[in-house]
């Protein structure tokens, strides 16, 4: 197993005609990564990377049947992608887009509570099921199969957490980049869920960030549940200056509120084993299981 | 995006709310002559981009236009430091001078983007003038929210909702209402994240005015409101600050002595928190992002290795949609043009890491290289002190 993606997972391009979407569509078909279609408004009927091009995802829908849609369109028409996609029926969405206004995905949000579609970003990485499909931007090789999964903010910062894992001998069954706006689809919380009932995950790794509560609403579910996995988080930004917005729309700290020490409290109480040093965030996990 | 006081009440002003009488002064006489003719007393705020300026002595009441003067005079070009300044403060440049209300009540009105309710929050309080994060963990019975649909924007129970809770009477009662209901409208219509009114005044005259306003847009919408990014103050911005804004990258300047040049927010924190891990102290945070040129690249590393604080330098890159040996390249540059003498550590991985390192060897500098990112930051930290 795995969650969100696998080797039947049959996926389809937004805006794939252009230079980001080529570039990693390309990378995708050579992870192996069933990709069948794209979109691209105004260019239905060409073929790209060889791959059929449709003007519309309702087209796409009908001729491939695409159950995952990955969307590269800019931050002015990215809202608009998602909701395009929800609309045709896509089950999962991936958005890496940044730089979406927060109001343009507060209605994308209620768009696909009605629609029933499950949202990861934006402004992720992506979705990696290893050795099975990759959906997104993330670099292929330093993943390995395997049980340990990875709910993250971040996007390099899991690249990171990846190849410590990897270099320790230590797969992945799914990493997922959920993304660094304030309001992104899918959480930390709905992903513990998912990984809590798939048998190839033994271990979770939370990589949190500075600001929101996503942090906090899971070792409040954590400890509610009494998750029957191990998982160790580390949360970036203990030096973060107060009040300044780092790079992340999420990366900010307002009004004391959302500081990693007090995300890393709130971790530790509800058992999860924390990381203090990121360049350990292998041999934690490692220590964990073993 | 914030804007100041005095810009934030502009545009109150233009939705009809009210707000003290007053204007803006860049000189103690102006000041004064202001004071003069909105007969005494006046109350002096200056406008730096921070809450919190009363605590530290930014807002000053003056009994006449004498001492308005005087006291604009110690004002003008002191540094504030506020909760959120951090040490280097923040120069008052502009004073707003305003009529003092007779105050019959202070109400607290917020409106702004919950993350986790997904939706536009509308906050009031009845005790108004105080910090609402502690009101509302002290006693959070006094302060009601209405959650508002970015479709709808406030259905008129809404308002009624809040007015009820509030006690409002008689005419405040229904301008409290329109107060809202154009307040939620703009804050719709122009992208904002945070419009904060604390206080609104209840007059001894039963009318409410703004005596106080806040507004932070978002910045990922300013392209469709090019009339709002206009309004931007980039003087407390340091000239490094403006430079790499230039070149679309997130540098923030820090008190410590080890730049720090990294991709992508997360690990760009990581990498400050690990020196911080390992006793020193980060100069900056710097995220050169996704789609970074070779020449931005160059930029970025020019500004932080010409920083006087810092002593030591750490790059950090996982190449992913940035490749590393086009970061070498910018580095390379730059470092030859600066005649690099201060020590400067290299940790790369991911794409063309291969290709990056050898740009780098072959570019006969001093870097120093490694692979391991603890390994890196203990080194950095270390040559930082010699």
């Known amino acids: 197993m795995s969650i969100l993606l696998d080797e039947s997972s049959r996926v389809l391009v937004q805006g794939i005609t252009g230079k980001q979407a080529s570039f990693h569509t390309q990378r995708m078909l050579e992870y192996g990564t069933k990709v069948v279609a794209g979109v691209t408004p105004g260019k239905g009927g060409q073929r790209h990377l060889g791959l059929p091009v449709f003007d519309t995802v309702e087209q796409a829908v009908k001729a491939e049947a695409p159950d995952v849609s990955v969307i590269f369109v800019p931050p002015l028409a990215a809202a608009e992608a998602i909701m395009e996609a929800a609309s045709a029926g896509i089950k999962l969405i991936v958005c890496i887009t940044e730089g979406i206004p927060v109001l343009d995905m507060l209605r994308a949000k209620k768009f696909l509570k009605e629609k029933g579609s499950l949202l990861v970003g934006p402004n992720t990485p992506g979705v990696i099921s290893p050795g099975k499909s990759k959906v997104g931007i993330m670099p292929a090789h330093i993943h390995q199969p395997g049980s340990v999964g990875i709910i993250s903010r971040s996007g390099t910062l899991t690249y990171e957490a990846v190849y410590q894992l990897t270099s320790l001998g230590l797969g992945q069954s799914t990493a997922v980049g959920i993304g660094g706006d304030p309001i992104v689809g899918l959480k930390f919380v709905d992903l513990l869920e998912l990984f809590k009932n798939d048998l190839q995950t033994e271990a979770v790794v939370l990589i949190g960030e500075i600001g929101g509560t996503a942090e906090e609403e899971a070792a409040k579910y954590i400890k509610q549940s009494n998750y029957p996995k191990p998982v160790a988080a580390y949360v970036a930004g203990l030096t973060a200056p107060p009040g300044k917005r780092l790079g992340h729309a999420g990366a900010i700290i307002e009004g004391g509120q959302g500081s990693a020490g007090e995300k890393l409290q709130k971790l530790k109480e509800a058992g999860v084993k924390i990381i203090d040093n990121p360049a350990r965030i292998g041999q934690t996990v490692k220590d964990l299981i073993s | ?386």
């Open chain 2, 1 to 386: 995006m914030l804007i100041h006081e005095y810009q934030a009440k502009e545009f109150l002003k233009h939705l009809g709310i009210k707000i003290p009488e007053g204007g803006v002064a860049e000189t103690p006489e102006k000041v004064r002559e202001i004071a003069e003719e909105l007969l005494v007393p006046v109350i002096l705020k200056s406008q730096v981009l921070s809450g919190g300026r009363g605590k530290a002595g930014g807002i000053i009441i003056a009994r006449n236009p004498e001492e308005a003067e005087a006291s604009a005079r110690n004002l003008f070009g002191k540094k504030l430091i506020t909760g959120q300044s951090g040490n280097r403060g923040l120069t008052v440049r502009k004073i707003l001078v305003e009529k003092t209300l007779k105050i019959k009540r202070e109400i607290y009105l917020g409106l702004t983007v919950d993350r986790r309710n997904e939706g536009v929050a509308a906050i009031v309080s009845s005790e108004g003038g105080m910090e609402i994060e502690e009101l509302a963990r002290s006693n959070p019975e006094l302060i009601k929210k209405e959650y508002l649909s970015p479709e709808t924007g406030l259905l008129p129970f809404q308002g009624r909702n809040l007015a009820y809770f509030l006690e409002l009477q008689n005419g405040a009662f229904n301008t409290f209402i329109e107060y809202l209901r154009k307040l939620t409208g703009f804050f719709l219509s122009h992208d904002l994240k945070l419009l904060e009114i604390n206080p609104l005044i209840l007059t001894e005259e039963d009318e409410l005015v703004a005596a106080d306003a806040k507004m932070d847009f978002d910045d990922c919408s300013l392209f469709r409101h090019p009339e709002i990014a206009a309004l931007e103050d980039l003087s407390e911005a340091s000239p490094q600050e403006i430079e790499a804004r230039h070149f679309h990258l997130n540098y923030i300047k820090m008190d410590g002595h080890i730049g720090c040049l990294v991709n992508g927010a997360g690990l760009a924190m990581a990498t400050m928190d690990i020196i911080k891990y390992f006793g020193g102290e980060p100069a900056n945070f710097l995220d050169i992002g996704g789609g970074v040129t070779e020449e931005a690249v160059s930029k970025a590393f020019e500004i932080l290795i010409e920083d006087p604080q810092v002593t030591s330098a750490l790059i950090n890159i996982f190449g992913g949609i940035v490749r590393c040996d086009l970061v070498a390249k910018g580095i390379v540059a730059s470092a030859r043009k600066v005649s690099l003498k201060k020590p400067v550590v290299v940790r790369m991985e991911g794409t063309n890491v291969a290709e990056g390192k050898k740009i780098l060897e072959e570019s006969g500098l001093p870097f120093h290289f490694v692979n391991n990112f603890e390994e890196a930051a203990r080194l950095a930290v270390a040559l930082s002190r010699t």
